[in-house]
T-cell receptor, first 115, second 110 residues
Framework: DTAVSQTPKYLVTQMGNDKSIKCEQNLGHDTMYWYKQDSKKFLKIMFSYNNKELIINETVPNRFSPKSPDKAHLNLHINSLELGDSAVYFC??????????????FGEGSWLTVV | AQSVSQHNHHVILSEAASLELGCNYSYGGTVNLFWYVQYPGQHLQLLLKYFSGDPLVKGIKGFEAEFIKSKFSFNLRKPSVQWSDTAEYFCAVNDYKLSFGAGTTVTVRA
């Protein structure tokens, strides 16, 4: 059973399109994240939600909109895709309990290519 | 804001050689420290973590890391690498959010 699962794994789309990436975690965690990994492997946090509430919103174009229908799901919608949006997007989750101390577990990534 | 520095961008080793990857962070308060590994084409997996206690922590696949508070460092080590250790290695520090270093590419030659 995949702990943090995201779909689709690969996505090729044209500039200007709107696309969504879905993420679900079955770990019972209270916090979920979206990270972006660029072509140089650099990882940058985009958003974080705790119990469906947005707690981290880094400097990200407002074409990117996260949505958390419940604490087990965090979807990422991207409007008007641009070439520079091509990257790997990782969903992740964590728990703030005293044992886990916010250890983050990652999904398998969604490879987005904008052409 | 927290910053994380990984000293080596690309390390090339032969099998059985020892590996040490440097990591320094900027925040002086209580932090949780992590090393993640990303094998080619895969997602990030947790190698090991440090919260408190013994500053020498052991992780999976024979890796260990040492926390030196006075140096703000959390260096990763493995005494004898294998070809399968070829991967990208990320140091990460968590105060209120997880901040990653830029990563170190490790290439192990058979």
């Amino acid at each position: 059973d995949t702990a943090v699962s995201q779909t689709p794994k690969y996505l090729v789309t044209q500039m200007g399109n709107d696309k969504s990436i879905k993420c679900e975690q079955n770990l019972g965690h209270d916090t979920m994240y979206w990270y972006k990994q660029d072509s140089k492997k650099f990882l940058k946090i985009m958003f974080s939600y705790n119990n469906k509430e947005l707690i981290i919103n880094e400097t990200v174009p407002n074409r990117f909109s996260p949505k958390s229908p419940d604490k087990a799901h965090l979807n990422l919608h991207i409007n008007s895709l641009e070439l520079g949006d091509s990257a790997v997007y990782f969903c992740a989750s964590s728990s703030h309990d005293s044992y886990s101390r916010n250890t983050i577990y990652f999904g398998e990534g969604s490879w987005l290519t904008v052409v | 804001a927290q910053s994380v520095s990984q000293h080596n961008h690309h390390v090339i080793l032969s099998e059985a050689a020892s590996l040490e990857l440097g990591c320094n962070y900027s925040y002086g308060g209580t932090v949780n420290l992590f090393w993640y590994v990303q094998y080619p084409g895969q997602h990030l997996q947790l190698l090991l973590k440090y919260f408190s206690g013994d500053p020498l922590v052991k992780g999976i696949k024979g890796f260990e890391a040492e926390f030196i508070k006075s140096k703000f460092s959390f260096n990763l080590r493995k005494p004898s690498v294998q070809w399968s250790d070829t991967a990208e290695y990320f140091c990460a520090v968590n105060d209120y959010k997880l901040s990653f270093g830029a990563g170190t590419t490790v290439t192990v030659r058979a």
